[in-house]
């Protein structure tokens, strides 16, 4: 099936701080989304994006389709990004397949 | 509702027991998808409904698990004889759309809250 890498798998940052995390995946898709989980479990969508840029206030993505990747970028982190970042592809099956996340840290 | 709906939120089982999962997805939503997370992992797949029909159930880990969605809108999911490996968060997903245009369009999941079911 499908492989999907995330990196860095852990990251700190100072308040303010900009930050790009990155996602790999192993063959084409139809579907690739970003969540937010946070300290209560809930996963947040914050962008359906299998190809083009997209931005959301401070939040911004970046899917390169044909090199198979994707980048989510942080600007101006604050405390309340905190938490893991998922990304997910589906490869035209429907079903959701997971990166293992990335841990970021943001201190006061 | 606004969003996918899941309760018991927290469920706590002596090893042993059948527990049963509900999700209530979001009005109108024609594809729900179940999902398990262990502790420190990315969620994993279990198990797709096409409104009431079930499409792919190839992710469930045994024949302990069964799901059904009977009239096409509420899902449960249901784990006989529970065992301590079953332990995890359980998380529900609704798609608006069905798998043939899906393949074209994308299919864009909303998450509910997930049920943290613990084994004892």
């Known amino acids: 099936g499908i492989q999907v890498e995330q990196s860095p798998p852990d990251l700190i940052l100072q308040e303010g701080a900009n930050s790009t995390l990155r996602c790999n995946f192993s063959?084409?898709?139809?579907?690739l989304q970003w969540f937010h989980q946070n300290p209560w479990g809930q996963l947040i969508n914050l962008f359906y994006i299998p190809s083009g840029t997209k931005q959301n206030g401070r939040l911004s993505a970046t899917t390169v389709a044909t090199e198979r990747y994707s980048l989510l970028y942080i600007s101006s982190s604050q405390t309340t990004d905190s938490g893991v970042y998922f990304c997910?592809?589906?490869?035209?099956?429907?079903?959701?397949?997971f990166g293992k996340g990335i841990t970021l840290s943001v201190r006061p | 509702g606004a969003g996918v709906s899941q309760s018991p939120r927290y469920k706590v089982a002596k090893r042993g027991q059948d527990v049963a999962l509900r999700c209530d997805p979001i009005s109108g939503h024609v594809s729900l998808f179940w999902y398990q997370q262990a502790l420190g992992q990315g969620p994993e797949f279990l198990t797709y409904?096409?409104?009431?029909?079930?499409?792919?159930k190839s992710g469930l880990p045994s024949d302990r698990f069964f799901a059904e969605r009977p009239e096409g809108s509420v899902s449960t999911l249901k784990i006989q004889r529970t065992q301590q490996e079953d332990s995890a968060v359980y998380l529900c997903?609704?798609?608006?759309?069905?798998?043939?245009?899906?393949?074209?369009?994308?299919?864009?999941?909303?998450f509910g809250p997930g049920t943290r079911l613990t084994v004892l």
């Open positions: 063959d084409s898709v139809n579907n």
């Open positions: 997910a592809v589906d490869g035209a099956n429907s079903k959701l397949t």
């Open positions: 409904f096409q409104n009431e029909a079930q499409l792919d």
């Open positions: 997903a609704s798609s608006s759309l069905a798998t043939l245009t899906a393949w074209f369009l994308g299919n864009e999941q909303f």
